[in-house]
């Protein structure tokens, strides 16, 4: 069983270990009614997930759980997470495995869709690679020679929170100039709205009716598509800085691959291509020739196909 849990949908399956999604449940989180609602629905979404592969909690190997936040994979705590109000220091790991009768395992949702993408997806095949989801905010994962680096504590890969810039705006963790604060949906929203309160001419008033709060990244794009300048300014800005934030992490692990999901990834070359170029231009030249650049290919799966390769390497290093 895999399960991701996110600030807006809880999203579970029933899945083999080769990767094949048997059955899947998808809940909304409804987050702002505090963790024990949110378990209540998570536990509803694996038992209804159970119940339509026609199977039950003795069957499952294991339970993967990828959390939006910091979870902590040795103590199965989430100790914090900005997209679910009141989630500090919640044992999920061993409320769910009490609850169910299933070993189970946590894991935060980008590295979840780094180990997904290795394992099942685009990554197949690499030992060496790093995943970044650039979405509403900015996360990743590393593979190193083919395992998942998790750091001292369980939460490496955080790297939407780099500084790019020490004096850009303010980043939702608090500190300044986070490539999340730069690069990500968010950010080109943000960006989008200050240009056209600004009397900036663009197209973008007339895709959202006049109600500018509705400007979101995907308005952007769609506006790009149209060939609007400012739209087409802001995404190449994004992507600028997004290639600054790879070409560090080209340079500090020499990765075979970087694949990019999340939501704007379905940009395509109009973000990847000026990222790649600031890739070549700013990391030393060796790794910067040696690393390709390309989408996620798991989309929304991603994030449980992950928990589930987890969870059953978890119980394979514990298993007697």
């Known amino acids: 069983m895999g399960v991701d849990i996110g600030g807006t949908k809880i999203l579970a399956a029933v899945v083999t270990p080769q990767g094949e999604i048997l059955a899947r449940e998808k809940r909304a989180t409804v987050a702002e009614e505090g963790p024990e609602a949110v378990i209540s629905r998570l536990i509803g979404a694996i038992e209804a997930a159970l119940s339509l592969a026609g199977t039950e909690p003795a069957r499952l190997a294991a339970i993967g759980i990828a959390v939006a936040g910091m979870a902590l994979p040795g103590e199965g705590v989430v100790a914090f997470s900005p ?12 409320i769910v495995a009490r609850q169910l009768g299933v070993s189970t395992f946590l894991i935060n949702d980008a ?17 060496n690679l790093v995943y970044v989801t650039v979405g509403t905010g900015i996360g990743g994962g590393v593979i190193i020679d083919g395992k998942l680096y998790c750091g001292a504590c369980g939460v490496a890969g955080e790297v939407g929170h780099m500084t790019i810039d020490v004096d850009g705006p303010r980043c939702n963790c608090g500190n300044f100039g986070c490539l999340e604060a730069l690069a990500s949906g ?6 989008a709205k200050r240009h056209v309160a600004e009397g900036a001419e663009t197209c973008l008033p007339q895709l959202v009716g006049g109600e500018l709060e509705m400007i979101t990244a995907e308005t952007v794009f769609q506006a790009a598509q149209k060939g ?10 994004a992507a600028s800085y997004l290639g600054i934030g790879l070409a560090n992490l080209v340079n500090l692990f020499n990765p075979e691959l970087i694949i990019v999901g999340g939501g704007l990834a379905h940009m395509g070359n109009m973000l990847l291509s000026p990222a790649l170029r600031v890739i070549r231009e700013r990391a030393f030249e060796v790794p910067a020739q040696a690393v390709r650049l390309v989408t996620a290919q798991l989309g929304g799966s991603s994030g449980v196909l992950g928990a589930v390769a987890f969870a059953l390497q978890q119980e394979a290093e514990v298993r007697p």
């Open 83 to 94: 997209n679910l109000r009141g989630w500090r220091d919640v044992p999920l790991r061993d």
């Open 111 to 127: 590295s979840a869709a780094a180990l997904g993408e290795h394992c099942y997806g685009a990554g197949r095949g690499v030992n």
């Open 186 to 191: 968010t950010a080109v929203a943000r960006e």
């Open 228 to 237: 609007d300048p400012l739209a087409l300014e802001i995404i190449a800005q």
